[in-house]
Every structure is written in C-alpha cells, then in structure tokens.
C-alpha cells in the first residue's frame, strides 16, 4: 500500500476521501492514454506518480470534477496524446 494514502493530510488537501479517489482515478486515465508526468521523476509506478502530483499540488480537481494542472488554466485532457488515431 502507498504510504501517503494512510496520511489524512492527502485527504484533506484535495478536499475528502472521495474527491482523492476521482482526482487519483480521474489522472491515472490520462497518463495511461500517454499524457506526461507534471513532475521530474524517474517512478515507473503510475499511482505513485500521480500521489507525487497531488502532494507538490500539480494536479487537482475543478468545481466541475475535471483534473486540472496548477501551472495552466487549461484541462489536462487538452494535453493528453489522442489514442483514437492508433
């Protein structure tokens, strides 16, 4: 199990349990439809890159429940590659 889940902190900087499921659900999508890390890593491991972009405050999620990145107004999924091409 990733040791930040255990941590209230997590929870309580994206706003609730369920809000922290959606936004990990919500980004592990988009990096599997090959959109890039918002941090330099060398992690392999999809979960604990997007627990990495929620705590250095990368990612979060709108009022509409759409991930957004902290450093452009734009929805991330503008930036997600499109696979319906391959």
Do not use: C, H
Not at 40 to 52: C, P, S
Not at 73 to 80: A, G, Q, R, Y
Request: glycine residues 4%; negative net charge.
């Amino acid at each position: 199990m990733y040791e930040e889940l255990k941590e209230e902190a997590i929870v309580r900087k994206v706003g609730g349990r369920f809000k922290l499921s959606t936004l990990i659900q919500k980004r592990l999508v988009q990096l599997n439809r090959g959109a890039r890390p918002l941090i330099d890593t060398n992690l392999t491991d999809k979960m604990a890159i997007v627990l990495q972009e929620i705590e250095q405050d990368k990612i979060f999620l709108d009022t509409t429940n759409q991930v957004r990145a902290t450093s452009s107004p734009e929805f991330i999924d503008s930036i997600v590659l499109e696979t319906d091409d391959m």
